[in-house]
């Protein structure tokens, strides 16, 4: 299963961000259209004077066809000339009257461009209308031997746009551009995925699976993924020589260690000095475990695991103990996904972290309280000990590998690696820690994991036997 990480100081959910992939094709999709519209722009500027002129010259050449055709003709043909003119060619002339409504052509540079070119090609006198006699259309008005007329005609003859196809087109290519953005920003976005996920691997501690790709022919991505690729390979020799170094630790100090401690046992006499000197090498035996524990293998599998017959275990080895006490609270059938082995560690120094450094004053017992809840998809396991609590200036380094608070430092036990190693093992297994001084005094250590569904066969399969007897001790109160 792959390990998600949990989101800091325990906020759910995260907030997601956007991707470098849209990030990419937002920024070139804007830069495509920004480009588009001042590369329109500067089309309708260049083309608008040539087309004011073409446009003023066809209605000036429609309006002396117009003109002519009625200064050639006779009284009686020309009322069929106009009728024809209306209903074949949609041009219609109607004498001006003085007390015409006249609304104003365009008055934009277009529409001016227009109107002085008319009054050029036609002579004084000539009159550009949108609407006259609350009639739209294209107005023209001009004199026939004195007379004054209005020819009307379709404003469409004379678009000054593209029409449909024009829009058409700009839909084609702002489509077309969108694409190509999405292609470059894939093509920009792949070789940062690929890093992405095999650096996702080596921090898993899978070397042989987190090689790129030598082969490609962009240089800069080619020297991205060589260097890639022989950091990846020194990290995991690394990694073989810290193993086989851990295991030389284990047998060359252990053995050694052993031999001492049975020799002391056997030939010293006095029995005080030899208790201290056995209880010394115990010291060094543990310390020895602590660092194998923090520098264990970074990989490990995650199954799932129910927590209360899981805990029920870990707290039976402190139930010969008169100096801790414990309360279990948790909901019924819930499990976390976890290594049963590394879990079983965390909870481990955490009890003992509490039952040194978290005893109630007054009694010197370790009053503790175990307690669970579920916040999808994360379960956080809550381990509060009623103590002196610690300053807020020690608080953040508790989880630093070999500090040590007041506290520890005068009892000089341990390596100062107990939170450390929790902290570790937690973020191995996809979790985290949250270390607080939990209201009314006393230190709360928050565990974050991913949660598991439970089934019913794991929630029966608790532990048996001592585990079992345990709980209905007084040092463990279940509910």
């Known amino acids: 299963m792959p390990l998600t990480p949990p989101p800091s100081d325990f906020a759910l959910p995260v907030r997601a961000g956007v991707s470098l992939f849209w990030r990419t094709f937002f920024l070139l999709g804007l830069l495509l259209l920004g480009s588009m519209a001042a590369w ?8 608008s004077e040539p087309r004011a002129l073409q446009t003023a010259q066809e209605i000036a050449s429609l309006v002396n066809l117009s003109r002519a055709a009625l200064v050639h003709s006779d009284a009686i043909n020309r009322m069929s000339l106009i009728k024809t003119m209306t209903e074949q060619e949609g041009v219609r002339i109607v004498p001006r009257e003085l007390g015409d409504s006249v609304e104003a052509f365009d ?11 008319l009054v050029a090609l036609l002579g004084p006198g000539t009159e550009l209308a949108n609407r006259v006699n609350q009639l739209d259309g294209l107005w023209i008005g001009f004199t026939i031997d004195g007379d004054r007329y209005w020819l009307r005609t379709d404003r469409a003859r004379f678009n000054r746009t593209g029409g449909p196809a024009w829009i058409i087109w700009l839909i084609t290519v702002t489509l077309l551009s969108l694409a190509g953005a999405a292609l470059i920003a894939r093509l920009i976005n792949r070789p940062l995925k690929q890093l992405s996920l095999a650096a996702f691997r080596v921090r898993e501690g899978d070397f042989a699976g987190s090689a790129l790709d030598e082969s490609v022919t962009t240089p800069e991505i080619l020297a991205v993924n060589s260097g890639f690729n022989r950091m990846t390979r020194k990290l995991a ?17 252990r053995t050694p260690l052993a031999r001492l401690r049975l020799e002391t046992e056997l030939s010293v006499a006095d029995p005080e000095a030899r208790d201290h000197m056995a209880s010394d ?25 129910p927590l209360r017959p899981f805990l029920a275990s870990c707290l039976y080895s402190v139930a010969s103990q008169d100096d801790i006490q414990v309360q279990l609270t948790l909901p019924d059938q819930i499990a976390v996904m976890a290594d049963e082995v590394e879990l079983g560690r965390v909870v481990t120094n955490l009890l003992e972290n509490a039952r040194r450094y978290g005893r109630s004053i007054g009694t010197g017992i370790a009053q503790v309280e175990i307690s669970a809840r579920i916040n999808p998809p994360w379960v956080l396991l809550q381990v509060r000990d009623h103590g002196p609590g610690v300053s807020a200036e020690q608080l953040a380094r508790l989880t630093q590998p070999f500090y040590r608070g007041d506290t520890a430092r005068t009892e000089a036990k341990g390596a100062g690696l107990g939170l450390a190693i929790v902290e570790k093992t937690l973020q191995r297994m996809g979790g985290s820690l949250l270390m607080a001084n939990a209201e009314g005094g006393g230190l709360s250590a928050s565990i974050l994991l991913q949660r598991s569904p439970l089934t019913s066969a794991q929630a029966t399969n608790g532990p048996t036997g001592p585990s079992v007897a345990f709980e209905q001790q007084t040092h463990l109160n279940s509910t």
Do not use: C, N, W
Request: glycine share 4%; proline share 2%; hydrophobic share 50%.
């Open 237 to 253: 020799e690394v990694e073989h020589d810290r193993a086989i170094m851990l295991a030389g630790i284990s047998h060359d100090l």
């Open 281 to 305: 090498i115990a010291q060094l035996d543990a310390i020895i475990d602590k660092f194998l524990d923090y520098a264990r293998p970074a990989r490990v599998s995650l199954v799932a695991v």
């Open 107 to 117: 008055t934009d540079a277009a529409g001016q461009r227009i109107t002085r070119e």
């Open 40 to 47: 329109l722009q500067t089309i309708r500027a260049m083309e």
